[in-house]
């Protein structure tokens, strides 16, 4: 019997209130409205920006399911929908791309300005939810929601990936590979020959290290406080691995010692000041490019030396990548089915989705890389 045009109800991980456990409760999810997608999600990655809003340090309306790092199946379409039809596999896309914005229409950006990241209203575009628990609304999380059975997104943000896709792996095009690999490759255009140096060697940052070492780069330097990153982080092309620890001077002047006048290009993907101001101080004086990918914490501000951007230094941000998303993610995917990069690496635990509570506790305590939660 088609579920199409009627209220689907299923288990999804519901947040009430930050810094709790998720619970897994029964949620309506109402159909699409004209230009949206509903879509069965069968595998979903956590990353760290979805403990992000657990902790605090993104701000989100609650209650809120979060999840962002998906790909499923579209169970049905809304009124309008020409990209997408019932049974493509698709991956929803957390930042959209509706061709007609100022950044869509520009080839120097990606961040679509119907974008729910920095507004963080948890409405889909119309300033509805299509989410249901107990009789309340429940929000979305920037337009994607993949911690459930079933989503609705807008049109503008999913992408129809090859039939042949392997889901429980490519899910991690929707954000952790894609937002590492592409920092490198897309925001920062590492060239053949340059130094390096990765802060935070987590899914993301090991998807940097990856692209780092994709554009030839001859030195990449992996820093990050825990040691039991550094094996992965050598396997897919770190050259060498500091632990910060291991030193009483800061960081970036470890750095500067061991490169002479700093790396040509530092990327922070942990998401704390400090380090976003360590990673920009790592960098060569004149020419040197910071790339902040770690999601800053709320209301958490930087003070630093203008000297180190007047020297000529520049300190940009990147988000998914730098990559238009819509157009990107079909071909991210096809590039990995022609195995021209590997996914397995990142992806330590695979779980039921009902044990979504476990999967974040390895995350927490520095077990895992990537855990994808299957349905
Ligand atoms: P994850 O938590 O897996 O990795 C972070 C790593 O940083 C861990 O290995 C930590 O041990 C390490 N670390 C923590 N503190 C320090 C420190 N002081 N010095 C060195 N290393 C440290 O996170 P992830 O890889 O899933 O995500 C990384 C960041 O990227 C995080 O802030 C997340 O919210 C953000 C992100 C950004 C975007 C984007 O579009 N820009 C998309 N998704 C996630
Ligand atoms: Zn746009
Ligand atoms: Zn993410």
Same mark, same amino acid.
């Given at each position: 019997?088609?579920?199409?045009?009627?209220?689907?109800?299923?288990?999804?991980?519901?947040?009430?209130?930050?810094?709790?456990?998720?619970?897994?409760?029964?949620?309506?999810?109402?159909?699409?409205?004209?230009?949206?997608?509903?879509?069965?999600?069968?595998?979903?990655?956590?990353?760290?920006?979805?403990?992000?809003?657990?902790?605090?340090?993104?701000?989100?309306?609650?209650?809120?399911?979060?999840?962002?790092?998906?790909?499923?199946?579209?169970?049905?379409?809304?009124?309008?929908?020409?990209?997408?039809?019932?049974?493509?596999?698709?991956?929803?896309?957390?930042?959209?791309?509706?061709?007609?914005?100022?950044?869509?229409?520009?080839?120097?950006?990606?961040?679509?300005?119907?974008?729910?990241?920095?507004?963080?209203?948890?409405?889909?575009?119309?300033?509805?939810?299509?989410?249901?628990?107990?009789?309340?609304?429940?929000?979305?999380?920037?337009?994607?929601?993949?911690?459930?059975?079933?989503?609705?997104?807008?049109?503008?943000?999913?992408?129809?990936?090859?039939?042949?896709?392997?889901?429980?792996?490519?899910?991690?095009?929707?954000?952790?590979?894609?937002?590492?690999?592409?920092?490198?490759?897309?925001?920062?255009?590492?060239?053949?020959?340059?130094?390096?140096?990765?802060?935070?060697?987590?899914?993301?940052?090991? &998807? %940097?290290?990856? $692209?780092? #070492?994709?554009?030839? =780069?001859?030195?990449?330097?992996?820093? !990050?406080?825990?040691?039991? *990153? /550094?094996?992965?982080?050598?396997?897919?092309?770190?050259?060498?691995?500091?632990?910060?620890?291991?030193?009483?001077?800061?960081?970036?002047?470890?750095?500067?010692?061991?490169?002479?006048?700093?790396?040509?290009?530092?990327?922070?993907?942990?998401?704390?000041?400090?380090?976003?101001?360590?990673?920009?101080?790592?960098?060569?004086?004149?020419?040197?490019?910071?790339?902040?990918?770690?999601?800053?914490?709320?209301?958490?501000?930087?003070?630093?030396?203008?000297?180190?951007?007047?020297?000529?230094?520049?300190?940009?941000? &990147? %988000?998914?990548? $730098?990559? #238009?998303?819509?157009? =990107?993610?079909?071909?991210?995917?096809? !590039?990995?089915?022609?195995? *021209? /990069?590997?996914?397995?690496?990142?992806?330590?635990?695979?779980?039921?989705?009902?044990?979504?509570?476990?999967?974040?506790?390895?995350?927490?305590?520095?077990?895992?890389?990537?855990?994808?939660?299957?349905?």
């Amino acid at each position: 019997m088609s579920t199409a045009g009627k209220v689907i109800k299923c288990k999804a991980a519901v947040l009430w209130e930050p810094k709790k456990p998720f619970s897994i409760e029964e949620v309506e999810v109402d159909p699409p409205k004209a230009h949206e997608v509903r879509i069965k999600i069968l595998a979903t990655g956590i990353c760290r920006s979805d403990d992000h809003v657990v902790s605090g340090a993104l701000i989100m309306p609650f209650p809120i399911i979060i999840g962002h790092e998906a790909a499923g199946v579209v169970e049905s379409v809304g009124e309008g929908v020409t990209s997408v039809k019932p049974g493509d596999k698709v991956i929803p896309l957390f930042v959209p791309q509706c061709g007609e914005c100022s950044t869509c229409l520009s080839t120097k950006g990606n961040l679509c300005c119907k974008n729910d990241i920095s507004s963080a209203s948890g409405f889909m575009p119309d300033g509805t939810t299509r989410f249901t628990c107990k009789g309340k609304a429940v929000h979305h999380f920037v337009g994607t929601s993949t911690f459930t059975e079933y989503t609705v997104v807008h049109e503008t943000a999913v992408a129809k990936i090859a039939a042949a896709a392997p889901l429980e792996k490519v899910c991690l095009v929707g954000c952790g590979f894609s937002t590492g690999y592409g920092a490198a490759v897309q925001t920062a255009k590492v060239e053949r020959g340059s130094t390096c140096a990765v802060f935070g060697l987590g899914g993301v940052g090991l &998807s %940097v290290v990856m $692209g780092c #070492k994709a554009a030839g =780069a001859s030195r990449i330097i992996a820093v !990050d406080i825990n040691k039991d *990153k /550094f094996a992965k982080a050598k396997e897919l092309g770190a050259t060498d691995c500091v632990n910060p620890k291991d030193f009483t001077k800061p960081i970036h002047e470890v750095l500067m010692e061991m490169t002479g006048l700093g790396v040509d290009y530092s990327f922070e993907v942990i998401g704390h000041t400090e380090t976003m101001a360590a990673a920009l101080a790592s960098v060569h004086y004149n020419y040197g490019v910071s790339v902040i990918v770690g999601v800053p914490p709320a209301a958490e501000k930087i003070s630093f030396d203008p000297m180190l951007l007047f020297s000529g230094r520049t300190w940009k941000g &990147s %988000v998914f990548g $730098g990559w #238009k998303s819509k157009d =990107a993610v079909p071909k991210l995917v096809a !590039d990995f089915m022609e195995k *021209k /990069f590997v996914l397995d690496p990142l992806i330590t635990h695979t779980l039921p989705f009902l044990k979504i509570n476990e999967g974040f506790e390895l995350l927490r305590t520095g077990k895992s890389i990537r855990s994808v939660l299957v349905f």
